[in-house]
């Protein structure tokens, strides 16, 4: 049973940065494809990044392409969100998630199938 704790999250200004992490316990994290989503109040959950098993596929959500990165460290067991130029509009809960699936970007960022989902990390971004 895989069980998921992020990290990370925290009060920031404009334009800062943060990186999350999303640990993983209970089983080895390889073999899943993994995702992070955000929801901001008052509005859906949203997939913000994923990446592959293997760290090879990779995608993002338009409204964070150049600013945010995903990277995964197998030794760690971790999965990584580094967010740059931080946004009064990133501002949500942060949740990471994870399913054993094959990658496809066209459909990683649905939250359709994921077995296994952290309690999230609070991103506030405010001047």
């Known amino acids: 049973q895989l069980h998921l704790v992020e990290s990370g999250g925290g009060l920031v200004q404009p334009g800062e940065s943060l990186r999350l992490s999303c640990t993983a316990s209970?089983?080895?994290?390889?073999?899943?494809?993994v995702t992070w989503f955000r929801q901001a109040p008052g509005k859906e959950r949203e997939g913000v990044s994923c990446?592959?098993?293997?760290?090879?596929?990779?995608n993002y959500a338009d409204s964070v392409k150049g600013r945010f990165t995903i990277s995964r460290d197998s030794a760690k067991n971790a999965v990584y969100l580094q967010m740059n130029s931080l946004k009064p509009e990133d501002t949500g809960v942060y949740y990471c998630?994870?399913?054993?699936?094959?990658?496809?970007?066209?459909?990683?960022?649905?939250?359709?199938?994921?077995?296994?989902w952290g309690e999230g990390t609070l991103v506030t971004v405010s001047s």
């Open positions: 990446i592959s098993r293997f760290g090879n596929g990779i």
């Open positions: 209970g089983s080895s994290f390889d073999g899943y494809l």
């Open positions: 998630a994870a399913k054993r699936s094959l990658f496809k970007a066209a459909t990683c960022l649905s939250d359709s199938g994921m077995g296994y």
